[in-house]
Each structure stands twice: as C-alpha cells, then as structure tokens.
C-alpha cells in the first residue's frame, strides 16, 4: 500500500492502532509467540522481571516469570545477536553465522579461544566458573571501564563468533556448549546480498511501522549481528524502500510491510492496560514513541539517580492504543508496590481504573508464581 491521490493513506491515529495492535496478537505458545515476533530483546536486570519475560507475558499464554529460561532447551530458539542481543528463532542464526566480527582477535586471544573450546568439547557443557578454575585467566578491563571476568568476556566472544552457543542458563547464568555452523550454501555476492535483504525484512517485520529514520538506524544495528554483511544490508536497505509500502504522514515518511495496510479494521485494540517492557517493540523505537503518543520515554537503569525523572525501570503503561504514562514496579512480601507516573494527568474513566486493577493482578500472578 502506497499513498497517493488516488488513495488515502493511513493517518497518524491509524498507524498508532497498527504499532500496537500488530504485535500484541492473541496469546500463544511460547515457541509460537517467538516465532512470530522474529527476535526478543534480552536484558539482565529484573525489576521487577527480566526485560523477555515482560515482553512475552503479553503473548503468551499463562506466561510466568522465568518460564523462557526453563523450557529453553525444548524450544528450537537460540540466545544470539540481531540488532541487540536477545533470543530469536534458530533458523534466523543461518543469515548471520558463521560471524565474521569487525574487529580480530589477536594471536594470544586466538590460542586462548582455542584452548577454551578444546575444553569445552571435552567437557560436553561448561559453565563459566569451570572455564575460570581451569585456566585462571584473572580480570580485564570491560565496555564500560570497569573489570570483568576474563573467562566470561571470552565465552561471550566464543558465543558472538559462533564457535559456542548457549546450552541453558543456571540460575540466569549462561552455560555453554560448542557448535559449528555450516558455511553458507551460496556465499556469492548474489547469496550475501539475499541474505542481508533477509535481514531487513526480519527487522521491519518486528519494528514496523517505521518512520524513515529508524528503518536506516535499524540497519546499522544489523552490524552487531551481520558485522561481515554491513554493506549488503545498506544496499538491501535502500532496495527496500522501494518495495516496502510507505506513506508520508506530518513531515515524516514511514515504511512496512506492503502486504499488511495500517488502515485496515483487523487493527483494533482492546480496553486492557498493560504494562511493557522498556524494550517492547511497542515502544523500543524512541523516535516513533514520540511520534506517536507526543512525549519522550527513557529508559533510565543507567542514570544517575538525581537526574532520573521516570525511576530507574519504568515500564511504559498502555491503555487501548495509548502510552498514557509509566510504572516503576516491585514486590514485598508478595505484594505488588506499583509507583506511577503520567505523561499528562492520569485517565479518570472507570474503565481506566478497572483495566488497570486487572493488570496489576495478572502482573502480581506472573512474579507470584515464577
């Protein structure tokens, strides 16, 4: 669907109603609900529960807090890269792996890697403190300027570079075992370039609609998971806006499927309330957040605590095709403490209330019995 004098276009209202109502379909399974959603962004803090649970609470059904780790061996799912890190189903791991990563590793680093994957063949399955112990390998100075455990940084650059994956986690801690990827079928310059064109599609899917901006951002994401097919995914980027339904609404263009039309009625919303998780696809997209619904939202775990103004982990509050404000969340003796905060003023219909009341009880079941 393209806009054009013959035909309306969607307005700003109705690609809000799709945003929401596209990914918050009728609860599923869990290896379902993954499937459907191509990938789902992992983050390790809970607060209250890790970023995938709140995610998937939505989608799927009788979904508990923790029930991702648990049955993650029996789902055909893997913990891996796309534009962030996160879980996705194993087929997707094809367009990306092997990885080539943007920077090499130097020759102590390449025999250390190699050492640590004999053992880990030897092993079966390793856990990182049995790396730690076997090797002694001590601390390195990490990302953000502190140290971290040697062993671990190094598992986590096996498992990026495709030579582990992730077995299961033990009490949230990854445990991993070795793999190794087949090269890809066609790796010509016509198969590199499908398969970076398989990338694209993967992300719009997820994140559609698009405003313009967000769709050449999403792609230079894709460097964290396609670091070897960075100039393909330019070019199959700019193929796409041209195969990808669009419309011009208020200044901004925005981009999706074309075989889904954001004006359609089968985009309608229902009076539930939801709290999301801050990497939602709902809402990941800061840019279209506020395009949207008109404010900015932050994601602020990693503010200094003076100069946070939503808490240190709101999850953005939904009601209908609206995010009306946000809730910081926790639990004491089984009681749920919600604290709120609204972009406005808080609705002041009964529904409103009444909605909200039934969330924080799915919300008080789901940490209750995970």
């Known amino acids: 669907m393209c806009c054009n004098a013959r035909m309306a276009g969607p307005d700003i209202d109705a690609l809000r109603r799709y945003a929401v109502a596209r990914t918050l379909?009728?609860?599923?399974?869990?290896g379902r609900a993954i499937a459907r959603l191509g990938f789902v962004q992992a983050d390790p803090i809970r607060a209250p529960a890790r970023a995938q649970?709140?995610?998937?609470?939505?989608?799927?059904?009788?979904?508990?807090?923790?029930?991702?780790e648990r049955r993650y061996t029996r789902l055909p799912i893997e913990e891996d890269c796309l534009v962030n890190y996160g879980f996705l189903p194993r087929e997707h791991l094809a367009l990306m792996h092997p990885r080539e990563a943007a920077k090499a590793w130097d020759a102590a680093t390449q025999r250390k890697a190699q050492e640590v994957l004999e053992f880990v063949q030897a092993r079966g399955r390793v856990h990182p403190r049995e790396v730690e112990a076997h090797f002694a390998h001590g601390r390195v100075r990490n990302y953000w300027g502190g140290s971290s455990n040697a062993a671990t940084q190094l598992l986590d650059g096996m498992h990026y570079r495709g030579m582990l994956r992730v077995a299961r986690r033990d009490s949230g801690t990854r445990v991993y075992e070795a793999v190794d990827y087949p090269a890809p079928a066609d790796d010509s310059p016509e198969?590199?370039?499908?398969?970076?064109?398989?990338?694209?599609?993967?992300?719009?899917?997820?994140?559609?609609?698009?405003?313009?901006?967000?769709l050449v951002y999403l792609t230079r994401l894709l460097r964290y998971g396609a670091p070897h097919l960075a100039a393909e995914a330019q070019a199959a980027m700019r193929t796409a806006r041209n195969h990808l339904a669009s419309c011009h609404v208020d200044g901004t263009t925005w981009f999706w499927p074309a075989d889904e039309n954001p004006a359609s009625r089968r985009w309608s919303g229902d009076e539930q309330v939801r709290l999301l998780a801050p990497?939602?696809?709902?809402?990941?997209?800061?840019?279209?957040?506020?395009?949207?619904?008109?404010?900015?939202?932050?994601?602020?775990?990693?503010?200094?605590?003076?100069q946070r103004r939503f808490g240190y982990y709101a999850l953005p509050l939904l009601?209908?095709?609206?995010?009306?404000?946000?809730?910081?969340?926790?639990?004491?003796?089984?009681?749920?403490?919600?604290?709120?905060?609204?972009?406005?003023?808080?609705?002041?219909?009964a529904a409103f209330k009444a909605a909200l009341d039934d969330e924080l009880q799915r919300m008080t079941r789901f940490l209750a019995r995970g």
């Not at 995610?55 to 991702?68: F, I």
């Not at 590199?192 to 990338?199: D, G, P, V």
């Open 279 to 306: 990497f939602d696809p709902i809402v990941w997209d800061r840019r279209r957040f506020a395009l949207l619904w008109g404010w900015s939202y932050k994601f602020e775990a990693y503010t200094p605590a003076a």
């Open 25 to 30: 379909f009728a609860p599923t399974t869990l």
């Open 53 to 68: 649970d709140l995610t998937l609470r939505h989608r799927v059904k009788d979904y508990v807090a923790g029930d991702l």
């Open 191 to 214: 198969g590199r370039a499908q398969r970076a064109a398989a990338l694209i599609e993967l992300v719009v899917r997820k994140y559609a609609p698009l405003p313009a901006p967000s």
């Open 319 to 349: 009601w209908r095709d609206q995010v009306v404000g946000w809730a910081n969340v926790s639990m004491k003796d089984g009681q749920l403490l919600p604290v709120f905060g609204y972009a406005a003023r808080a609705p002041r219909d």
